[in-house]
């Protein structure tokens, strides 16, 4: 099968995975604090990675795992708080919007700290991919400007991302993707269980019809939204690059549209426009 198919198939799976996670993580929080959802979220995406560990720990070289404890944080760990905590006072449009910053976090990190090199055509077609991006979210939601200090969560957590995908594209070559995931995520076990322990999450009613969808839907988000797509995405970045790996985020919305469709929202002749857009985006971006 053609490389560039592969990354494709890769990069469609992904946006399928983390374009359906918004969904689960409101549905966790209709009775859990965000500290509880991300904290399961992370737990079960360990505990779904715990086989591998120790084969983690064989084959990554010592002077690695550190990079890869930092990677969990950046890229996992510290997003996962800080989306839930703001879904808590934003709508996902705009958490959409804002998380499409992350190809040019990549890039600014990149240049700034990686001697990444980029061309003027790729700049060119993040920026047109963020502009369709930004007219989507426009085209089907208000935004409401008292939200935006939560916004401001999520444009942490995607300079996290940014800084993240440059340090797998950079220092983790030749580590294997499930290897990586299963030592980050292990790790962030304890401090996620210390966490949800913490918050009171064992004091709750826990056999209730509400709190075992709550955390059924947190843990189905760690382990298809996180454990999953966390060694697809390491896959895709060594793949494919970094740059390519971070455009991820402009198939979201496509994904986002069909669950609109799905529950009865209408979907207009703009919005089809917008998302054409991205794609035009996503291609020069990609293009050699």
Request: net charge positive; with cysteine; proline share 3%.
């Amino acid at each position: 099968m053609p490389k560039q198919l592969i990354n494709w198939g890769i990069f469609s799976l992904l946006c399928l995975i983390w374009g359906s996670s918004f969904v689960l993580m409101k549905e966790g929080m209709n009775v859990l604090s965000p500290y509880q959802v991300a904290s399961i979220r992370l737990i079960s995406a360990g505990m779904v990675l715990l086989p591998f560990a120790v084969k983690a720990l064989r084959v990554i070289p010592a002077n690695k795992r550190g990079v890869v404890v930092l990677s969990g944080l950046l890229g996992s760990f510290f997003p996962a708080y800080l989306f839930c905590i703001a879904e808590t006072k934003i709508d996902s449009a705009l958490a959409g919007i804002m998380n499409a910053l992350t190809p040019l976090f990549v890039i600014i990190t990149g240049v700034s700290f990686f001697q990444l090199k980029v061309k003027t055509l790729q700049v060119l077609g993040i920026i047109i991919g963020f502009i369709g991006l930004s007219l989507l979210v426009a085209a089907g939601a208000k935004i409401n400007l008292e939200y935006f200090s939560y916004a401001l969560l999520v444009l942490l957590a995607t300079l996290f991302y940014g800084i993240n995908v440059n340090l797998v594209g950079r220092h983790m070559q030749g580590i294997g993707s499930i290897e990586i995931a299963a030592l980050a995520f292990v790790f962030l076990m304890i401090p996620c269980s210390i966490i949800l322990s913490y918050t009171g999450y064992f004091s709750l009613p826990l056999t209730e019809t509400v709190y075992l969808q709550s955390t059924l839907a947190s843990a189905v988000l760690g382990i298809f939204g996180t454990a999953v797509a966390s060694v697809l995405f390491y896959m895709l970045v060594k793949k494919a690059g970094a740059l390519f790996a971070s455009m991820v985020t402009y198939g979201i919305p496509f994904v986002a549209i069909g669950w609109g469709i799905w529950y009865g929202e209408q979907v207009n002749f703009l919005q089809i426009t917008c998302c054409g857009i991205i794609l035009i985006g996503v291609y020069l971006a990609n293009k050699k």
